[in-house]
């Protein structure tokens, strides 16, 4: 992980609300601190949605989204790059990518 210490989101409003829709824009893996998961599992693929369950702070610098991705069943952490606010006008928009687009 790289921190960028150019940005301090925790001076804003956070970007996201408690029960917005998202979706994720980026692939997602366990890097250890996922029970129940290997390091390395897929969590959360790029375009899967879910809803903002809490929000707290990382690093006293960012946001973090608890999304809960309710088709697989479980929270994720996110910070507010890795998800987009689902609208009426975006909410149709399939995913069709693959592993090889992991970002």
Known sequence: ????STVVE???????NYGDKVRSLKHVRNDGTFNGKDIGDVL???GD???VANIGTFLQQFFIYGVDFYEHGYMVGM???EI???TPEN???ASTTT???ET
Do not use: H
């Not at 992980?1 to 960028?4: F, W």
């Not at 925790?10 to 996201?16: W, Y």
């Open 84 to 86: 987009e606010l689902v």
């Open 10 to 16: 925790l001076g804003d409003e956070p970007k996201f």
């Open 79 to 81: 910070k507010g790059r």
């Open 49 to 51: 949605v879910g809803y």
């Open 91 to 93: 909410s149709s928009s």
């Open 99 to 101: 592993m090889e687009d």
């Open 1 to 4: 992980m790289s921190r960028d």
């Open 44 to 46: 959360v693929r790029k």
